[in-house]
């Protein structure tokens, strides 16, 4: 974790979350997946924070069996995401800039989620890695609707909750090897069984790289969405007795690969009037675009992440009784082609003027790809050097380079008393600690055309430098304390009626 220079003002925010549901009726939520193997079966959810029917639950919940999980061949996020209803998933940014709309409510680049991811029970606040290989899915949950009263600050869309296979008594083992187009590779394996009475663990590893399904006209190499990732998790188990359980995990995970995977185009219909000769390159159909990418900066995008948890459960038979704690460490940077082309920053420096002159006719070397400049209407940009309106990554240094850290520790705790799931009356309330640090800094830079055009750029990547035009540098310090309570009663044996609150400190 990186010390910060600068810090944001201290601001305290308070949050009530008020959960009411009166007279609704049962049984209306399955929202099982279609799909050609599925069997009617009974699932149990834990989607309210506790054990029930899924036909039970009176809210909108779309679940994966873990025979559905294997069938479907779902490995990551956008596996379960793409056969979800109402639930989309874009990743264009970098690895673990994620993007998830729950029912058209989107989440912000560089922020919070805006829904609660839970995996075995613990609520994780840095979702950066949450787009990765998952081993021993036995099920998935996608909540849909805000969950603010059950899962806090960060819930405002819905929930994922995921449920992993716990290592038991009994040995076993799993080797799964995978190869695709675009030089796709993926594996698994996973060993588990006995390490002494009482006790059970369990060992994981995976690894997935490919050459991704673009490539870049320019640099002449498959480095537009490329990607290459591993993970290695541990698991124990410890049953002291018949009532209480002891779940710990550790997991590391590297992952690197291309970031800022767009393209762009004009549309400025007020230029087509002028009769200037290419003007129409500045009102395109985004509908028959042609996708080229030709940055002349080859993208980077690196992730270390860190993750340790220990969970109790106790059962003392009239209710359970909780408590958790989660340490995440996520280290996030990328580097990847300009915008400011488009602006004209770098218009009348020498390596401008001169990639571009390198990217004309006359220039003797061809440059891979071809790609040249589009034209400038000369009534508004004159005819001065480096006069040229560029697309954003274009194949010249015109528009420099972008580069950016993110890092962020959390650590959160829980303590939470739950009732037993087979009474008409049934309630839970707990209480909730999280500490977030986050540094994360943003740099335009002035890209000197190193080793141009025979080889990618070779800037700088740090995040201040002699080349730095611009820089956003700034430290987050959060601390959260929550306490959140629900009841549910049964009117009937259709009807409920449910109440739930959650006071958040912020």
């Known amino acids: 974790m990186k010390n910060p ?5 201290a601001t305290v925010k308070n949050h009530l979350s008020v959960a009411l549901a009166a007279l609704t009726t049962v049984g209306g939520s399955l929202a099982l997946p279609n799909f050609a193997h599925a069997q009617l079966e009974e699932v149990v959810v834990t989607a309210r924070a506790r054990s ?6 009176p809210s909108t919940v779309t679940a994966f069996t873990a025979g559905q999980i294997n069938d479907m061949g779902i490995q990551r996020a956008e596996d379960f995401i793409s056969q979800t209803p109402g639930v989309s998933f874009v990743n264009t940014v ?4 994620s993007s998830v709309s729950i029912r058209g409510i989107n989440g912000a680049r560089d922020a919070e989620t805006n829904f609660a991811l839970i995996i075995d029970g613990i609520l994780y606040i840095n979702t950066y890695a949450f787009n990765r290989e998952y081993a021993d899915l036995e099920q998935i949950e996608i909540l849909k609707g ?3 009263a059950l899962y806090g600050r960060s819930a405002a869309a819905g929930a994922i909750i995921m449920s992993t296979k716990r290592p038991s008594q009994e040995f076993e083992g799993d080797v799964r090897i995978s190869m695709a187009e675009d030089s796709t590779y993926t594996g698994l394996a996973t060993v588990a069984g006995p390490l002494g009475e009482n006790v059970a663990g369990r060992l994981t590893a995976d690894y997935r790289s490919t050459d991704g399904f673009y490539s870049n006209s320019f640099l002449n190499d498959n480095v537009v ?3 290459e990732n591993y993970s290695v998790q541990g698991r124990l188990v410890f049953d002291p007795t018949d009532n209480l359980s002891i779940d710990t995990k550790l997991r590391y995970g590297k992952s690197e690969g291309a970031a800022i995977t767009f393209n762009a185009a004009f549309a400025l219909p007020p230029f087509l009037g002028f009769g200037t000769p290419g003007v129409e390159s500045f009102y395109q159909d985004v509908n028959t675009h042609e996708f080229v990418f030709a940055g002349n900066v080859r993208p980077v995008n690196e992730q270390d992440v860190l993750e340790f948890s220990v969970k109790a459960d106790w059962d003392m038979d009239w209710a359970t009784l909780t408590a958790w704690g989660f340490y995440s460490d996520t280290e996030d940077t990328f580097i990847a082609d300009g915008t400011s082309g488009a602006f004209g920053f770098y218009g009348a420096t020498s390596a401008c003027t001169n990639s571009l002159d390198a990217l004309t006719p006359s220039y003797t070397p061809s440059v891979p790809g071809g790609v040249t400049a589009l034209p400038a209407p000369t009534f508004i940009f004159g005819s001065a050097p480096g006069a040229q309106v560029l697309p954003p990554y274009s194949p010249t240094t015109c528009d420099g380079y972008q580069y950016q850290e993110r890092f962020q520790e959390d650590m959160s705790f829980q303590v939470q008393l739950t009732s037993n799931s087979d009474q008409r009356l049934r309630w839970q309330a707990g209480l909730y600690y999280l500490d977030i640090e986050r540094y994360q800094a943003v740099s335009q830079l002035r890209d000197d055309g190193s080793n141009w055009p025979n080889a990618a750029s070779n800037v700088p990547t740090t995040i201040y430098n002699q080349f730095t035009d611009a820089m956003v540098n700034d430290t987050f310090d959060t601390t959260v ?16 009626l449910s109440v739930a609150l959650r006071y958040d400190r912020e």
């Open 94 to 97: 970098e690895t673990g800039d």
């Open 481 to 496: 304390m929550a306490a959140f309570g629900s009841i549910n009663y049964d009117l009937t044996e259709s009807m409920e």
């Open 52 to 57: 029930e029917s899924l036909q039970d639950v």
């Open 5 to 9: 220079t600068q810090k944001r003002p």
């Open 225 to 227: 969405d490329d990607a």
């Open 146 to 148: 805000p969950q603010g």
